[in-house]
């Protein structure tokens, strides 16, 4: 149940992601056991992201880190952040 719960969260986040636009603001999905935010960058602004939220906080490293030697190669580079929270029912 676990497996298809977060295939189906990675279905959602791609069927979002290709609707955006490079360098469009982020696209965040929150309900009781999931918080998601979605982007989609160029690789140039990888590191301009920096998130913090729900006393968490996330931040992706350089591009040339990150990509090493071959961030020329994408348009773009999407990104998914996500938090679940699963409940056993008894």
């Not at 497996?3 to 636009?21: A, H, P, W, Y």
């Amino acid at each position: 149940m676990v497996k298809n719960s977060v295939e189906l969260v990675d279905i959602i986040g791609k069927t979002l992601l290709s609707r955006k636009v490079v360098g469009e603001k982020s696209t965040s999905v929150k309900t009781a056991s999931l918080s998601m935010v979605l982007y989609r960058q160029r690789p140039q602004d990888l590191s301009l992201y920096e998130d913090e939220e729900d006393q968490s906080s996330f931040r992706l490293p350089q591009a040339d880190i990150l990509l090493l030697s071959k961030k020329d190669a994408y348009k773009f580079i999407d990104s998914q952040v996500r938090s679940l929270a699963f409940f056993k029912v008894v």
